[in-house]
């Protein structure tokens, strides 16, 4: 069985403070692993994705993830957070022939000025 | 990447009856999935709609409760029957391209049970 574990629920952060959304799986398998983001009252949008390659991945808005194999982690990182920043982000994965996503939890932030 | 168009947006139901949400794609997509948001909560997928055969329901969701129809390539529905306060979620609506290993979601359609 695969899963993800978001063990932050919260993250409350002043603007311009750097910030990390912890993420860590479990899976006897190889995964592909997913950042999406939901802003308030929007659908979800994919922010990041690691498929193969470079374990270092980078979105358009300054987030940036790293696989971390031995660790189970692909924790998300942005070294200076906005305002408009503010929202539920989600770690998910899919593996071993499933197409499907597996989401954790859910991390909301909160970007306060 | 696809663009999803799902109906109704929101709408708000009554207790014990059903209503049908669907599912509209601007390409054909081999693999269409249905995911339900409650609130406050994460996703969970509830089923996989196929097109030419039955759609394949995770654990603890049943046909009954909601059946699927994938008539072709660029649409799906999900129907939520006999709803009950509980069924009050956010659907939603996802596709991923054939070899593509990334999924798009439609922007949901929130669902309010009296």
């Known amino acids: 069985a695969q899963s993800v574990t978001q063990l932050d629920s919260q993250v409350p952060v002043f603007e311009e403070a750097p910030v990390e959304l912890r993420c860590n799986y479990s899976s006897s398998v190889s995964v592909y692993l997913f950042w999406y983001v939901q802003y308030p009252n929007q659908g979800l949008q994919l922010l990041l994705k690691y498929l193969s390659g470079s374990t270092l991945v980078k979105s358009i808005n300054g987030f940036e993830a790293e696989f971390n194999k031995s660790q189970t982690s692909f924790h998300l990182r942005k070294p200076s957070v906005h305002i408009s920043d503010t929202a539920e982000y989600f770690c998910?994965?899919?593996?071993?022939?499933?197409?499907?996503?597996?989401f954790g939890s859910g991390t909301r932030l909160q970007v306060q000025p | 990447s696809a663009v999803i168009s799902q109906k109704p947006s929101r709408d708000i139901c009554q207790r014990g009856t059903s209503l049908t949400i669907q599912c509209q794609v601007d390409s054909q997509v081999t693999m269409m999935f249905w995911y339900r948001q409650q609130p406050g909560q994460s996703l969970t997928l509830i089923a996989t709609a196929n097109q030419g055969s039955e759609a394949t329901y995770e654990s603890g969701f049943v046909i009954d409760k909601f059946p699927i129809s994938r008539p072709n390539l660029t649409f799906s529905t999900l129907t939520v029957s006999n709803m009950s306060p509980e069924d009050s979620s956010i659907y939603l609506c996802?596709?991923?391209?054939?070899?593509?290993?990334?999924?798009?979601f439609g922007a949901g359609s929130r669902l309010t049970v009296l």
């Open positions: 998910a994965l899919s593996g071993g022939g499933r197409r499907a996503l597996t």
């Open positions: 996802s596709v991923g391209a054939s070899g593509a290993n990334v999924l798009t």
